[in-house]
């Protein structure tokens, strides 16, 4: 249960390193689990849980907002009672800065995939709805875990374009409040525009950006191996990172 609702869950069996695995929106916490949960296990201890409406999570009447799923995420954080480290994809990565600047205290390090902090940094795309093409797979693989069926697949659609279209609205100002160290990551073919990226990765002190060429917002299944790399690298290295000349770091504290 995470803040009175049923929710699906997979909790770390032993104490230690914890990666906690955001994912994105129309997935499912499978999605990360398949592709990143293999490789990071060698080194961390894994959780994560379907965020509602999503997976084996069933929805509720509410709307789909960036804040509703920060709080589920810090309730499913304070269950474990540990600090981690949040890495999140796409909407599971937007959640990872709201929560972030929230509850610091409860992060070691985030990692961000494909995020867009404003809904306004999204390159524009044709809108996926219950006629486009796809939409009857999209469907069938919601219904193959979701408690809430085939015919739910329309509304959870409809209300993830409605989040997309508004939200998240966050702010250089108040992402330039984020205390906790952050690994940027993106396709150069991504969802959110390079520069907007760019800001992101700017706004934040202890920010690291890596832009991987040849990738879309698929990134993490087109270049698992370069991907995981990057991310263990990040976890586990000194932030800040040292390097032989540095310029925007020049100022920063030794490494910790």
């Not at 306004?120 to 996926?128: I, N």
């Not at 093409?133 to 069938?140: L, Q, V």
């Amino acid at each position: 249960m995470l803040n009175g609702h049923p929710t699906w869950a997979l909790l770390p069996k032993r104490k230690g390193k914890t990666v906690v695995l955001l994912h994105g929106g129309l997935s499912s916490s499978a999605s990360l689990l398949s592709v990143l949960g293999p490789p990071l296990s060698k080194r961390f201890e894994l959780a994560a849980f379907d965020r509602r409406g999503h997976g084996r999570t069933a929805d509720t009447d509410e709307p789909f907002s960036p804040e509703s799923m920060a709080d589920e995420t810090i309730a499913f954080l304070e269950l474990l009672g540990r600090r981690v480290y949040l890495v999140g994809h796409s909407d599971g990565a937007n959640v990872a800065l709201l929560v972030a600047l929230r509850r610091p205290d409860l992060l070691k390090r985030v990692v961000a995939v494909g995020a867009n902090y404003h809904f306004e940094g999204l390159v524009p795309m044709k809108d996926f709805t219950p006629e486009s093409e796809g939409f009857n797979d999209f469907a069938r693989k919601y219904a193959k875990h979701s408690p809430d069926g085939i015919e739910h697949a329309a509304v959870v659609l409809e209300k993830f374009t409605r989040l997309a279209k508004t939200q998240p609205t966050l702010t250089v100002a108040q992402l330039s409040e984020v205390t906790v160290p952050v690994l940027v990551m993106v396709g150069d073919d991504d969802v959110a525009r390079l520069d907007h990226t760019v800001s992101l990765y700017e706004a934040i002190r202890e920010s690291q950006l890596a832009v991987v060429p040849g990738a879309s917002h698929a990134v993490l299944k087109e270049h698992t191996s370069e991907c995981v790399r990057m991310i263990q690298r990040f976890l586990l290295g000194p932030v800040p990172p040292v390097t032989k000349y540095p310029l925007r770091r020049a100022d920063d504290d030794q490494p910790h």
